[in-house]
């Protein structure tokens, strides 16, 4: 793949961001997580959301009008203005337990040493938890499936049970059109 405006989406813990990451990194070009523009810097973080017409301002200041970049995270009901700019959409997928596995494992490294919130952090995982339950009335994989089928842009499906390397070798491999 040519670099270009990608988007990689998938259920929290599926490595979305480290694989928009490695590509940005790939093509020497700007990667945004959604995450930094959906919530206002706190402490703890993921406490207060932004505005939604802020978010989009914010990233159409920072990144959008650049030739090409890496947005990673869910956009779905507040960011298609942002999307519509991408030319390319990566949807990652994952086992349920191995996803939660790994959120586990990235808040204990997140919060090493730090104290934290319990009664955030099992609200944090019952809402991640809901993603692939198709009655949950949130984020979840029937809501990305649905907003999927309506982009114009080509979608790349990987299982994000595959090494880092290998899911990055598909993307830069992927002839979007082909």
Excluded at 45 to 59: S, T
Excluded at 92 to 117: I, K, M, N, S, W
């Amino acid at each position: 793949m040519r670099r270009c405006r990608l988007h990689v989406l998938g259920a929290s813990g599926s490595g979305t961001s480290t694989l928009a990451r490695a590509v940005a990194g790939r093509w020497s070009v700007p990667h945004a997580d959604a995450d930094d523009y959906f919530w206002r810097p706190t402490n703890p973080p993921y406490a207060v959301k932004r505005a939604e017409a802020d978010r989009v301002e914010l990233m159409r200041q920072v990144f959008v009008p650049r030739e090409a970049w890496v947005l990673s995270g869910s956009t779905v009901g507040w960011g298609e203005e942002v999307v519509d700019q991408c030319d390319a959409i990566v949807f990652l997928t994952l086992d349920p337990d191995e996803r939660l596995r790994r959120l586990q494992a990235r808040e204990v490294h997140r919060r090493d040493g730090q104290t934290f919130d319990e009664e955030s952090w099992s609200a944090f995982v019952e809402w991640a938890r809901g993603y692939d339950d198709p009655s949950f009335n949130g984020r979840s994989r029937v809501a990305h499936e649905k907003w999927l089928a309506d982009r114009r842009q080509p979608v790349l499906r990987l299982d994000s049970a595959a090494a880092p390397e290998a899911l990055l070798n598909q993307v830069l491999q992927w002839e979007p059109g082909r």
